[in-house]
């Protein structure tokens, strides 16, 4: 986790330096909590259900015209699924495996402010870097097989958002509700032992809720 921390803070500081001196400058915090899923066509007799995991990084905005800031992400993401089979005698499908994914993700979103200045929306893509693949046993010792040579290195998904801007004196409080969608498959067919394997195509996706501690270190309004 180390190394993570390392990387979301020397892309902060890189993109930082690329800020125009004439823009205004806020750097951040931002943690939130996501309900991921994929999307796709599941196995036969199973089905995808959410699972839901806690993200952390940075925040670097910078205002490119008026009442529109760009907003660059950088956090460690954790994403997947739980997938639910039919179980003979069981009238509802038991939760059985968790696939959990681990990403460094590098969003690129832009914020388009109301007249108010607090109500915003939010868009953009999220680039990710895929750091570990496994899929977990449910049901008896939780035991993990690696899938990382399964799934894609890396992800694109799309994000489309609202959000809402509290001012705490100089700092400001942001929270925001996300869908993200994933644009290509992430699955590279990926076959086990003792028969497991991967659906052919599926993509992450998620409901998503952020909260943003940001302070201003360039221009003022």
């Known amino acids: 986790?180390?190394?993570?921390?390392?990387?979301?803070?020397?892309?902060?500081?890189?993109?930082?330096?690329?800020?125009?001196?004439?823009?205004?400058?806020?750097?951040?915090?931002?943690?939130?909590l996501e309900s991921s899923n994929f999307s796709g066509v599941p196995p036969k007799n199973t089905s995808y259900n959410s699972q839901s995991n806690f993200s952390f990084g940075g925040i670097i905005e910078f205002r490119i015209a008026e009442d529109v800031?760009?907003?660059?992400?950088?956090?460690?993401?954790?994403e997947g699924?739980?997938?639910?089979f039919d179980v003979p005698?069981?009238?509802?499908?038991?939760?059985?495996?968790?696939i959990n994914l681990k990403y460094?993700?590098?969003p690129l979103l832009v914020k388009v402010y109301a007249d108010n200045k607090k109500f915003y929306i939010v868009g953009g893509f999220n680039f990710g870097i895929l750091l570990d693949a496994e899929i977990e046993q449910l049901l008896d010792d939780h035991s993990t097989v690696d899938i990382k040579n399964g799934i894609s290195p890396y992800d694109l998904v799309i994000h489309f958002g609202i959000g809402y801007q509290f001012s705490l004196g100089k700092p400001k409080l942001n929270l925001e509700a996300h869908y993200a969608q994933g644009l290509i498959n992430i699955s590279q067919s990926y076959e086990g032992p003792n028969?497991?394997?991967?659906?052919a195509e599926f993509k992450n996706r998620g409901i998503q809720l952020w909260v943003g501690l940001l302070f201003p270190i360039g221009k003022k309004d």
């Open 104 to 106: 460094i993700s590098l």
């Open 81 to 84: 699924t739980t997938i639910s």
């Open 69 to 78: 800031y760009l907003s660059f992400r950088p956090m460690y993401q954790p």
């Open 1 to 32: 986790m180390n190394r993570v921390s390392q990387i979301i803070l020397f892309t902060m500081f890189i993109t930082a330096l690329q800020v125009p001196a004439y823009g205004q400058l806020d750097l951040g915090v931002i943690t939130g």
């Open 89 to 98: 005698g069981q009238r509802e499908q038991v939760d059985s495996l968790g």
């Open 195 to 199: 028969g497991l394997k991967l659906p």
